[in-house]
């Protein structure tokens, strides 16, 4: 009987163990699943980062990686439309704004869904924004992509985060169409 038991506590560790294992990869928990994604493209055409899009508790985490920009603050939105048409990406529309309130997070009447916090893009011309968003991709009341899709855009300059109806963060400099995988 004690042969059975200690048999059985080693298979109960053991099985233990393994579930730790079928949640975590090296030691981290495993990421979201992404759902979403662009590339972007400057007006020429050349890459100039990605987007990926993951559900997570409380929304949507988006992660933009960037390249081959200018050194700096750079404003970044979601836009209203699925279209990236250069040089300008004046296709891609306004911000996304569904609820219709004002432009930025530090204005009492806002912010629209679309206003993300800046990107600071290094010397080496990279950078990295991570922010999570209240909003669902393709289902709900007011989804991110709806008949017309939606794009994001990083800006020339830095976003002021309070002037209507784009905080002054100049023209838009690359620009990709968000798509659902």
Do not use: Y
Not at 28 to 51: E, F, H, I, N, R
Not at 96 to 120: F, S, T, V
Request: a negative charge; hydrophobic letters at 40%.
């Amino acid at each position: 009987m004690r042969v059975n038991m200690l048999v059985l506590t080693t298979l109960s560790s053991a099985a233990l163990v393994l579930a730790g294992c079928a949640s975590t990869t090296n030691g981290m928990a495993d990421a979201p699943a992404v759902v979403a994604g662009a590339a972007l493209a400057d007006g020429q055409g050349a890459s100039k980062g990605d987007l990926t899009i993951s559900k997570v508790d409380g929304g949507l985490r988006l992660t933009l990686r960037a390249s081959g920009i200018s050194p700096g603050v750079h404003g970044v939105h979601i836009h209203m439309v699925g279209s990236c048409v250069a040089p300008a990406f004046t296709s891609a529309g306004g911000h996304w704004n569904p609820l219709g309130k004002q432009h930025g997070m530090q204005n009492p009447a806002g912010p629209h869904e679309g206003d993300l916090p800046n990107i600071e893009i290094g010397a080496d011309g990279t950078g990295t924004l991570t922010a999570t968003i209240p909003a669902t991709l393709s289902d709900g009341a007011n989804p991110m992509l709806d008949a017309d899709g939606a794009s994001i855009v990083i800006h020339a300059g830095p976003d002021d985060m309070k002037t209507d109806p784009s905080g002054n963060s100049g023209g838009r400099i690359a620009c990709g169409v968000i798509t659902q995988r």
